[in-house]
């Protein structure tokens, strides 16, 4: 049983994902709505799901330090992944967008 304010600061960060994606010239939408799951992802970037996890505070070694972009990150039986700051990726992402000649702005 998830508390409101927790439901609260989830759509918060749903919020901010597609706004920033918005502003980078990507298209995204929010697919969950009032805190009932999206089977399939709390949001759409160029048709693509991403989950959105808000949390007080975050494992310390999650996070890049020095003069780190990212954190390459793995568990035993799962693929590797990597943590990026949003803005980076979804800048990549349009640059993938562009170069694959799906720029669909005009």
Do not use: F
């Not at 927790?6 to 994606?21: C, D, I, P, S, T």
């Not at 969950?32 to 759409?44: K, N, T, W």
């Amino acid at each position: 049983q998830m508390g409101r304010r927790n439901r609260q600061r989830g759509a918060e960060l749903q919020r901010l994902a597609v706004n920033l994606a918005k502003d980078v010239g990507l298209e995204a939408h929010n697919r969950d709505r009032g805190g009932a799951c999206h089977p399939l992802g709390d949001i759409l970037v160029e048709d693509k799901y991403y989950g959105c996890k808000m949390r007080k505070s975050l494992p310390s070694y999650l996070l890049p330090e020095k003069e780190e972009v990212g954190v390459v990150i793995r568990a035993d039986r799962i693929k590797p992944m990597i943590v990026v700051d949003l803005e980076e990726y979804l800048t990549m992402l349009k640059i993938l967008k562009e170069a694959s000649g799906g720029n669909n702005e005009d």
